[in-house]
C-alpha cells in the first residue's frame, strides 16, 4: 500500500525513513540535510562508513534521535555515476531488499532523486511507485511518500494511482 502525506519526514511515525544519499552517506538535498540536524550527533555516529558505497547500493543504520528506529540509506550518487533514473532504480531496489531483511513493515521517503537538478518529481515519484513491492504478505508493506505541500501530494497521488 503506498500513501502520500503531507508533513515533516523527521516527524514521521515509521519502521525506517529512506533516505536518498551520495557514497559516504552524506545528505545530497537541504531536506535531508535538515533531517539529519534533527536527527542529532549520534545519528552522525551511526552512518560513518569505513569506506565508500557504489551508487544503487543501500544500507540501514540507527536513527539517532528521530522517531523512526531506522533509516535505509539508498545511495543514488557517486563520483562515477550522477543521479540518474536507472541509479535510483536500482538503488530502491536495493532499499526494499534491506527492508524485508530486516523485517521493516512501513517505510517512510522524499521523492528520492528529486531536487538539486536531479530527477523531476514526476520521475521521483514513478520510481517509487513502480518499484515498491507489490505482494501482500512480507516486507516492507506500507510506503507514506512525504510531500511539502497540497499541490505536490495531489500531483504524486495521480502518479501512484496510474502506476498502481
Not at 551508487?55 to 523512526?68: E, I, K, M, R
Not at 521523492?111 to 520521475?123: I, N, R, T, W
Amino acid at each position: 500500500m503506498i500513501q502520500v502525506v503531507v508533513d515533516d519526514l523527521a516527524l514521521i511515525q515509521a519502521d525506517a525513513l529512506l533516505r536518498p544519499t551520495d557514497e559516504t552517506l552524506n545528505p545530497l538535498t537541504e531536506t535531508i540535510s535538515r533531517l539529519d540536524q534533527r536527527a542529532g550527533p549520534r545519528f552522525a555516529e551511526q552512518r560513518r562508513l569505513s569506506s565508500p558505497l557504489k551508487a544503487g547500493a543501500a544500507v540501514v543504520t540507527g536513527s539517532g534521535d528521530l522517531p523512526a528506529p531506522f533509516v535505509l540509506h539508498a545511495v543514488i550518487q557517486d563520483p562515477d555515476a550522477g543521479v540518474g533514473r536507472e541509479v535510483v532504480r536500482r538503488a530502491l531496489l536495493s532499499a526494499w531488499e534491506r527492508a524485508a531483511d530486516w523485517e521493516l513493515g512501513i517505510i517512510a521517503a522524499p521523492l528520492v532523486g528529486a531536487g538539486a537538478g536531479q530527477l523531476s518529481p514526476e520521475e521521483a515519484a514513478s520510481l517509487l511507485a513502480e518499484t515498491f513491492p507489490t505482494r501482500r504478505s512480507g516486507c516492507p508493506f506500507e510506503l507514506h511518500i512525504v510531500v511539502e505541500g497540497d499541490a505536490e501530494r495531489e500531483l504524486v497521488e495521480s502518479i501512484v494511482r496510474r502506476i498502481a
